[in-house]
């Protein structure tokens, strides 16, 4: 479990991964880049089991998220046809970004493969400018305390 800057405890959220021979390298070993596309997949659905579709965003609250950094740290390879489990906890939500501590691990629960610390960033849909994350956004996220 993580804090907030609030101090409330935020659960964390667990999404599988299944690692295709296209996620690969010739030698079946996950090709590094891989890992932020399992990572946004967790991320993505995170929001999505709060109900909240990136394009419905964008089209009805006039929104994205989008990347602003990323620091990530490689511990060990994940190979063709190891099944994962991509974890996406909110550890700092601050009023335009969300920062998001990831871990990709294989689902006996062995040791982390990659971790990452994911800042995203609310801008607006038409001029890319930061824009504050919605209230409803922020009260759900804090509700899965």
């Known amino acids: 479990m993580l804090r907030s800057l609030r101090g409330m405890i935020l659960s964390q959220f667990i999404w599988p991964v299944r ?62 046809n190891d099944a994962l489990e991509v974890s996406a906890a909110v550890s700092e939500q601050k009023r335009a970004s969300l920062t998001f501590d990831q871990q990709v691990r294989r689902c006996n629960g062995s040791s982390v493969l990659c971790s990452g610390k994911i800042r995203i960033a609310c801008v607006d849909a038409v001029s890319f400018r930061p824009s504050p994350i919605p209230a409803f956004i922020l009260e759900a996220l804090s509700d899965v305390c």
């Open 19 to 80: 690692v295709y021979y296209e996620d690969t390298d010739s030698g079946g070993v996950v090709y590094y880049a891989n890992y932020l596309k399992f990572m946004e997949r967790a991320r993505t659905e995170r929001l999505r089991t709060l109900g909240f579709e990136q394009d419905r965003l964008r089209t009805e609250q006039g929104i994205l998220f989008t990347v602003h950094s990323i620091q990530i740290d490689f511990h060990q390879p994940a190979h063709f």
